[in-house]
Every structure is written in structure tokens, then in C-alpha cells.
């Protein structure tokens, strides 16, 4: 195989020529295939079934500190899920506080609540500056980057390196603009590129000047237990680097159990220093009155403590390394020789993320599509859906089955070259 870069113009014309016919031949087929949703599959949920018969009508009649867990009141969670949210999160149990079943539902509130009230250290509810702005890591999470348009603040795109957010920039740009308020992480397996900030990058997000007195990092850490390899990523613990410092309060970390146990039924956390909790705290138990215990109390049983936790997840590896490696296979195989797309290969996560030739990953996208291969849209991964250089495509390998990966693969890895070709003869 010739990188495409070196072929002359009569052998792309020839290499064009073969692609189209075989993907013809793909449209024939009536495929109909699905890289584009990142949620587990049905044989991982199946992995905490187990959990659905693990309480007793006794047990819950009393949580740790005797509490009756049918009845109202625990805002912040039962002790024995801040126990063991503190463990997954390495922070301390009364730096927790337990919510609902998403995590996503969490951050939007804590933007919300930031928007109406301001931080516990705001000099103004975030509604009466003049302009709130924050800082996206790009790629990224497109959830994350709907929550900032939907409240108007202004998204600033910082590119990702292999060590994390590109910090020079970060660094500059938080120091010398106080409208920016908080950054966008998705710090261990990121979503969708699956890169782990080093400990340098956790170091400076601990140490950097910020013009604004109430600057946040959320911190993301949806993935912080979803290992995939025998060699996983360590990620350096934020809130420690930043108490060294005496600048923990911009610390706001969130994770849920949505890809542990159920995502439709999990138990999602939020982790700050007790001085912004309190605050925030007093803003929650307006909206209600505390959340469902029994599920709380139904996690602890099940997965008892982080070692729970642990070989609970070596299960779902089971389940999803041979099919990240399935598309880590073929993007090698197929793609790798003739130098036209980038990508890492995560040690965790849910996602993979390649970079198409500059202005080819809409066409890739629109390809797979008209020949039965659903991938999330083209620019998702931006802030307003909008991928300067038109390259990013993310792929969500844990849904289909590994048969299905291996055939929708075969077809991604002929739209990437296929466009390739009639980019570099256009
Ligand atoms: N954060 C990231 C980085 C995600 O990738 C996802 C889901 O894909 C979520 C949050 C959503 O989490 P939850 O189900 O807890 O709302």
C-alpha cells in the first residue's frame, strides 16, 4: 500500500475507480449498522442484574446511621454511597454529594445554579456579568457544549493534545480574561478521543492564575474505572494538586455509575470542597428533598467498595476489548499504510476518535451513511456542531456486536479512503 499523498494523479484515478465498486457493491448489501451510540450493550447491562435482587425489605429499613432509607430527608446521599463515591473520586466522604441517576443532570444544574446564583467566591450571579464565557476542549463532549449555548455563554475552542488541553493556551487565555468562568475536562479515557490529562497538565490546571475569582474545572470524570487494557492510564488527583496550591474551591468533579451498572437507573456524584458544597447545599434542598436511597443502597450492597467496583469492571472489558480492538485492527490495517487519518489508541473509555484529511469527515460521514452505517454526525464533537478543519469523527465501538463492527468497519474504512482520494484530486 503507497500513502495516497505519493500517489501520482493516474494512480489515485485508478484507486478511486476500485473504491467506487466496492462500494457500490457495500449499497447492495442493505446494510444496516450503528457506530454511533455511546451507550453499553444489552449483555452489560445483564453484568448487574444481580443488583435488581440484592436488597431486603429489612435492609432498607436502616442505612448506616440508622436512617430509614424509604422515608424522606439525606440530601447529599446515604454515608455508605459517599463512602464509596469518595474512594472512586479519591476525595473524602464529605466532599460528596450523591444525586440522581445522570451526572449530565448534575453539571447542567451546577451551570444553572452558577447562571442564577453564582459560585460560593462570585462577586455576581453569572447572569448579571456582561458576557460568560468558557473554555471547550476540542474534540469533546457534545452534551457538555449544548448545556454552555443553551444558557448563551460564549464557547472557546482549545485543542487537545496527547498530554490533555493544549495548556499554554488555556493558561493565557484564563489569566488575561475574567468573562472566561470554567472549562470543559473530560480527564481520563476523554470522550471522544479517549486521552488521559498527564500529570503536568493536572499540575498546571492546579497552579494557573485565573482572572476570574470564581473560575470552575469541571472535571468530567465519567470514565475514571473503565479500563480497557492490562496497562491502564493513571490520572493525577486534581483535588489534592489544588489543595497544595489553595486553590481547591474551583474544583467541581462529577462521574455516575450510568456505564457501571444502569444508565437508565445508575447513581450519579458530585464532588467539591465542603466550603462550595455547603453553598450549594442550601440552593438543592429548595429543589428537593433528597433522592432515591433505595437505589443509593442497592449500589453499596452490590458492588460493597471500590474493589466491588473494580472486578465489576474487569467484566465489561471482557465484554468491550475485543471490539475496541476489532476497530483498532482495521483502522491499522486499512487506513494506517496510506497516512490519511490519525488516531489514539485509548487504554479505556467508550469512544475512538479519527482525524480525517482536512475537509473530508462530513463526506466520511454522509459515505457510511447512504450505504446503511449510522456514525454520530460530522462536527458533533465541536462547540455549535462546528469542526473547523472538518476531520473529526467519533466512533462508538460498544454497542453493535463485534460481527457488526468488523462489517461497519470495513465500510468506514472505505469511505476514509474513499474520500481521501477525491480530496486530494479535487
Ligand atoms: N460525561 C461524559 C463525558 C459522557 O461521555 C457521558 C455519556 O456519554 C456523560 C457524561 C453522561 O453521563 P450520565 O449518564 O451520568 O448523565
Known sequence: MIPYQKMTKEELLKEQAVLQSAYKEFQGRGLKLDMSRGKPAPNQLDLSMGMLDVLTSQDVLACEDG???RNYGLLDGIPEAKELYAEILEVSPDEVIIGGNSSLNMMYDTIVRAMQFGFVDSPRPWKDEKTVKCLCPVPGYDRHFAISELFGIEMINVPMTPAGPDMDLVEKLAAEDESIKFIWCVPMYSNPQGITYSDETVA??????????DFKIIWDNAY???????????????MDACKKQGTEDRVFIFASMSKISFPGAGIAAMAATKHNLDFVKQQMSIQT?????????????????ID??????????????PKFNAVLKKLDEEIKPLEIAEWHAPNGGYFISLDTMDGCAKRVVGLCKEAGAVMTGAGATYPYGKDPQDRNIRIAPTYPSVSELDQAMELFCLCVRLASVEKLLS
Not at 428533598?289 to 467498595?305: A, E, P, T
Open 224 to 238: 475514571c474505572v473503565h479500563h480497557l487494557t492490562d496497562t491502564p492510564d493513571r490520572l493525577m488527583n486534581l
Open 204 to 213: 498546571r490546571f492546579a497552579s494557573m492564575k485565573t482572572a476570574a475569582p
Open 289 to 305: 428533598i433528597g433522592f432515591d436511597k433505595i437505589k443509593q443502597l442497592r449500589h453499596v450492597k452490590y458492588f460493597k467498595n
Open 308 to 321: 466491588g467496583v473494580k472486578a465489576h469492571m474487569q467484566k465489561h472489558r471482557e465484554i468491550l476489548e
Open 67 to 69: 436512617l430509614d432509607a
